[in-house]
């Protein structure tokens, strides 16, 4: 069974940094997708961005220039990073996987069938 598992995320303080590691138990298919989405608290989840086999990423509109994803093939290990820490990026951070059946992966919820169990982030100011 496919699995993903995040890594610890934590409290940090705003301004600062984070990278946070999804570790991917194997790959949907040999076309796939894994995307990161994020659960403020009392909001609905939503997508940060995804990257897929090919290596391309797609991050959502709103959060371009301070999220980077990027991926380790070889550990099968998909990582966030966030810059310029803010209060409102508190939140629970997902991983998801799921096979990549257009050009490019979905920001999507329904996309993904494969979850892990998230990671929460607390940034204080």
């Known amino acids: 069974t496919l699995q993903l598992l995040e890594s610890v995320g934590g409290s940090v303080q705003a301004g600062g940094s984070l990278t946070l590691s999804c570790v991917v138990s194997?790959?949907?298919?040999?076309?796939?997708?894994v995307a990161w989405f994020r659960q403020p608290p009392g909001k609905e989840r939503r997508a940060v961005g995804t990257?897929?086999?090919?290596?391309?990423?797609r991050i959502t509109v709103s959060l371009q220039g301070r999220f980077t994803i990027t991926e380790d093939t070889a550990s099968h290990t998909v990582q966030l990073r966030v810059d310029s820490l803010i209060p409102e990026d508190t939140a629970t951070y997902y991983c998801?996987?799921?096979?990549?059946?257009?050009?490019?992966?979905?920001?999507?919820?329904?996309?993904?069938?494969?979850w892990g169990r998230g990671t929460q982030v607390t940034v204080s100011s």
């Open positions: 194997e790959y949907p298919s040999r076309d796939y997708c």
């Open positions: 990257i897929d086999n090919t290596g391309a990423t």
């Open positions: 998801a996987a799921g096979a990549r059946l257009y050009a490019d992966c979905h920001l999507v919820q329904s996309s993904y069938p494969y």
